[in-house]
Nanobody, 120 residues
Framework: EVQLQASGGGLVQTGGYLRLSCAAS????????IAWFRQAPGKEREGISC????????AYADSVKGRFSISSDNAAKVVYLQMNSLKPADTAVYYC?????????????WGQGTLVTVSS
Protein backbone atom coordinates (compact mmCIF):
# COMPACT_ATOMS: atom_id res chain seq x y z
CA GLU A 1 0.00 0.00 0.00
CA VAL A 2 1.34 3.40 -1.02
CA GLN A 3 1.50 5.89 1.82
CA LEU A 4 2.78 9.42 2.21
CA GLN A 5 2.38 10.48 5.82
CA ALA A 6 2.85 14.18 6.46
CA SER A 7 3.35 15.42 10.00
CA GLY A 8 4.84 18.25 12.01
CA GLY A 9 2.31 20.99 11.52
CA GLY A 10 1.12 23.18 14.34
CA LEU A 11 0.65 26.68 15.65
CA VAL A 12 3.65 29.00 15.67
CA GLN A 13 4.19 32.72 16.02
CA THR A 14 5.48 34.98 13.27
CA GLY A 15 9.20 34.52 12.91
CA GLY A 16 9.10 31.04 14.33
CA TYR A 17 9.96 27.73 12.73
CA LEU A 18 8.59 24.26 12.12
CA ARG A 19 9.89 21.12 10.49
CA LEU A 20 7.49 19.03 8.48
CA SER A 21 8.11 15.37 7.73
CA CYS A 22 6.81 13.21 4.91
CA ALA A 23 7.25 9.50 5.49
CA ALA A 24 6.95 7.40 2.33
CA SER A 25 6.24 3.71 1.92
CA UNK A 26 4.89 1.29 -0.65
CA UNK A 27 6.72 2.61 -3.72
CA UNK A 28 10.24 2.85 -5.10
CA UNK A 29 11.27 5.99 -3.25
CA UNK A 30 14.54 6.50 -5.13
CA UNK A 31 12.72 6.79 -8.47
CA UNK A 32 10.54 9.67 -7.39
CA UNK A 33 10.58 13.37 -6.78
CA ILE A 34 8.92 14.40 -3.54
CA ALA A 35 7.28 17.79 -3.39
CA TRP A 36 5.58 19.91 -0.79
CA PHE A 37 2.43 21.77 -1.72
CA ARG A 38 0.26 23.99 0.40
CA GLN A 39 -3.28 25.25 0.21
CA ALA A 40 -4.50 28.27 2.12
CA PRO A 41 -8.21 28.84 2.72
CA GLY A 42 -9.87 30.08 -0.44
CA LYS A 43 -6.73 29.68 -2.53
CA GLU A 44 -5.45 27.15 -5.02
CA ARG A 45 -2.93 24.52 -4.07
CA GLU A 46 0.59 25.87 -4.54
CA GLY A 47 3.77 23.91 -5.11
CA ILE A 48 6.49 25.28 -2.86
CA SER A 49 9.44 22.90 -2.93
CA CYS A 50 10.59 19.60 -4.33
CA UNK A 51 13.53 17.26 -4.20
CA UNK A 52 14.60 14.64 -6.71
CA UNK A 53 15.55 11.68 -4.59
CA UNK A 54 18.02 10.16 -7.07
CA UNK A 55 20.42 13.10 -7.01
CA UNK A 56 19.13 15.45 -4.30
CA UNK A 57 18.39 18.25 -6.74
CA UNK A 58 16.01 20.77 -5.15
CA ALA A 59 13.76 23.63 -6.21
CA TYR A 60 11.79 26.29 -4.38
CA ALA A 61 8.98 28.69 -5.11
CA ASP A 62 9.93 32.34 -4.83
CA SER A 63 7.52 32.73 -1.92
CA VAL A 64 9.63 30.44 0.30
CA LYS A 65 13.12 30.71 -1.19
CA GLY A 66 15.67 31.55 1.47
CA ARG A 67 13.34 30.60 4.32
CA PHE A 68 12.44 26.96 3.66
CA SER A 69 14.78 24.06 3.08
CA ILE A 70 13.91 20.61 1.76
CA SER A 71 15.99 17.53 2.48
CA SER A 72 15.66 13.77 2.47
CA ASP A 73 16.78 10.81 4.51
CA ASN A 74 16.80 8.21 1.78
CA ALA A 75 17.49 5.29 4.07
CA ALA A 76 14.45 6.16 6.18
CA LYS A 77 12.39 7.28 3.15
CA VAL A 78 11.52 10.56 4.78
CA VAL A 79 11.52 14.03 3.27
CA TYR A 80 11.73 17.06 5.52
CA LEU A 81 10.69 20.65 5.03
CA GLN A 82 12.43 23.01 7.42
CA MET A 83 10.43 26.22 7.58
CA ASN A 84 12.08 29.26 9.14
CA SER A 85 11.04 32.89 9.50
CA LEU A 86 7.41 31.92 9.22
CA LYS A 87 4.83 34.51 8.27
CA PRO A 88 1.04 34.57 8.59
CA ALA A 89 0.95 34.15 4.78
CA ASP A 90 2.47 30.70 5.29
CA THR A 91 -0.69 29.55 7.06
CA ALA A 92 -2.05 26.62 5.05
CA VAL A 93 -2.55 22.90 4.92
CA TYR A 94 0.71 21.38 3.72
CA TYR A 95 0.71 18.25 1.58
CA CYS A 96 3.48 16.04 0.32
CA UNK A 97 3.40 14.56 -3.14
CA UNK A 98 5.37 11.78 -4.78
CA UNK A 99 5.75 12.05 -8.54
CA UNK A 100 7.43 9.93 -11.17
CA UNK A 101 7.48 10.60 -14.88
CA UNK A 102 6.58 7.68 -17.12
CA UNK A 103 6.49 7.33 -20.86
CA UNK A 104 3.25 9.00 -21.86
CA UNK A 105 2.32 10.20 -18.41
CA UNK A 106 3.25 10.25 -14.75
CA UNK A 107 2.38 8.73 -11.39
CA UNK A 108 1.24 10.96 -8.54
CA UNK A 109 0.77 9.98 -4.93
CA TRP A 110 -0.61 12.34 -2.31
CA GLY A 111 -0.50 12.26 1.43
CA GLN A 112 -2.97 13.75 3.82
CA GLY A 113 -2.26 17.31 4.83
CA THR A 114 -0.81 18.78 7.97
CA LEU A 115 -2.04 22.18 9.14
CA VAL A 116 0.41 25.01 9.73
CA THR A 117 -0.93 28.12 11.42
CA VAL A 118 1.26 31.18 11.86
CA SER A 119 -0.11 33.77 14.25
CA SER A 120 0.70 37.45 13.96
Amino acid sequence: EVQLQASGGGLVQTGGYLRLSCAASGFSFDDYAIAWFRQAPGKEREGISCIRISDGNTAYADSVKGRFSISSDNAAKVVYLQMNSLKPADTAVYYCNGRRALVGGRVDYWGQGTLVTVSS
